[in-house]
């Protein structure tokens, strides 16, 4: 079982940013593609960014391309999200997830392990 439990979310105001964490117990993150999903008041759940396990081959959802990182460091089993120049649209629950496999995948029913989430609310 691997348990993750996601840091780093916030008020902040546009054009501002903020780096969420996701910590990972339980079992070493090695071979697992990790990613990071959003959830806004009222929508679906979206993807939002993933990286393999090596974290040379990541993918960006369109809307936060250019502006969003994913990063991980396996040796701390945790995986960053760094998200610059915020937009009141980029409110939501972050949620950090992870399954065993070797490409990256943006569908939530490929990832087995899901932390709770943390706010980040993005104020004009």
């Known amino acids: 079982q691997v348990q993750l439990v996601e840091s780093g979310g916030g008020l902040v105001q546009a054009g501002g940013s903020l780096t969420l964490s996701c910590a990972a117990s339980?079992?070493?993150?090695?071979?697992?593609?990790m990613a990071w999903f959003r959830q806004a008041p009222g929508k679906e759940r979206e993807f939002v960014a993933a990286?393999?396990?090596?974290?040379?081959?990541?993918r960006y959802a369109d809307s936060v391309k250019g502006r969003f990182t994913i990063s991980r460091d396996n040796a701390k089993n945790t995986v960053y999200l760094q998200m610059n120049s915020l937009k009141p649209g980029d409110t939501a629950i972050y949620y950090c997830?992870?399954?065993?496999?070797?490409?990256?995948?943006?569908?939530?029913?490929?990832?087995?392990?899901w932390g709770q989430g943390t706010q980040v609310t993005v104020s004009t």
């Open positions: 990286t393999n396990w090596g974290g040379d081959s990541t």
């Open positions: 339980g079992r070493t993150l090695s071979g697992y593609v």
């Open positions: 997830a992870g399954d065993w496999r070797l490409g990256i995948t943006t569908r939530q029913q490929d990832y087995d392990y």
